[in-house]
């Protein structure tokens, strides 16, 4: 199969989840090309394009592996993918690379750091560790995408609500404080609102849920919790110095450590299917402090060598 055979037929089905292996590579392969040629726009444009992308964050969603650092490449390289693809949809002109190129802004906050992002409209957003954002320009529609996790403060602007969009769904406002976190790996977003109203809907769902302040919700792809109360101190602790886990599993606590201090954590084979549920609250960590209270609590033992943590029984 080749570019030609790039159809309106082939992207619904695409879309619909019902390629087989060797189309959704012609299918990918032609998206990372960039914006559609003369040839093939009509292509493009003959399908629902929301829904085209939908479909494409899943595909290059990262497959959970039991290795770390394989993981770790798979993020960076998924990415890098979502950036390339995210300038070519949210384009509404997309004809050349290079004009896609200065359309799109993105920041990143790399494992172990932290930064303040103030947007064109002068909203801003605080992004914890290990965490991305881009957004189109202009930014006329007040719209981005974000993974990992960040404190909001939307200025308020009747006219244009403000839509952070998720892999698992997407928050509406108008002007509010609220944070979201939603890491790929995690199962589910979960928003709360620090003040203001909010709006949230799952990706697969056509309703929605209206949070207020000192209200929170957790929802996937096709369904949402119930909502539940939060005090202001338990929305983004991360942005006090304080590292809080809340019935997080093993598995979570593992991906918060490497995120919040910039380590590689290495587990022993007996070690990798601990369930249970980690809760502890940690107010200017140091990664020992961490490390003891974790492996005492699961039995344990650690050796940290550098930037790498080894997790053994």
């Not at 199969?1 to 619904?12: D, F, R, Y």
């Not at 006219?159 to 952070?164: I, L, N």
């Not at 949070?211 to 338990?234: H, P, W, Y």
């Not at 606590?253 to 995120?259: A, K, W």
């Amino acid at each position: 199969m080749n570019e030609k055979q790039v159809t309106p037929a082939l992207l619904k089905r695409y879309v619909d989840g019902s390629c087989d292996a060797s189309e959704c590579q012609v299918v990918e392969e032609w998206l990372q090309n960039g914006a559609p040629d003369a040839e093939h726009s009509e292509a493009f444009y003959a399908v629902d394009q929301e829904a085209l992308r939908d479909r494409l964050w899943d595909a290059i969603a990262p497959v959970e592996k039991v290795e770390r650092r394989p993981r770790i490449w798979w993020w960076a390289a998924a990415a890098i993918m979502v950036s390339a693809f995210s300038i070519w949809f949210l384009t509404p002109d997309a004809n050349s690379v290079h004009e896609m190129k200065h359309s799109m802004q993105t920041f990143e906050a790399k494992p172990g750091q932290r930064l303040t992002a103030t947007l064109p409209d002068g909203s801003t957003v605080r992004l914890n560790a290990g965490t991305r954002i881009w957004y189109n320009l202009p930014f006329d529609e007040r719209t981005l995408v974000i993974e990992g996790e960040g404190l909001f403060d939307i200025v308020h602007d009747p006219a244009h609500p403000f839509t952070v969009k998720t892999s698992k769904g997407k928050v509406r406002v108008l002007g509010t404080s609220f944070a979201v976190k939603s890491y790929r790996e995690s199962e589910a977003t979960e928003i709360s609102v620090l003040r203001g109203l909010v709006a949230c809907s799952t990706k697969k769902a056509d309703f929605s849920v209206r949070l207020q302040k000192g209200e929170s919700v957790r929802f996937n792809s096709k369904a949402m919790d119930n909502k539940s109360t939060i005090a202001d101190e338990d929305i983004a602790p991360w942005t006090k110095d304080i590292l809080a886990f809340k019935g997080q599993t093993f598995s979570e606590v593992i991906g918060e450590l490497e995120r919040w201090f910039g380590v590689r954590v290495h587990l022993d084979s007996p070690t990798e299917n601990l369930g249970g549920a980690f809760r502890a609250k940690f107010i200017n960590p140091t990664l020992k402090d961490v490390m003891q209270s974790l492996c005492f609590s699961l039995d344990l033992k650690y050796k940290i060598t550098k930037n790498d943590i080894y997790i053994y029984n």
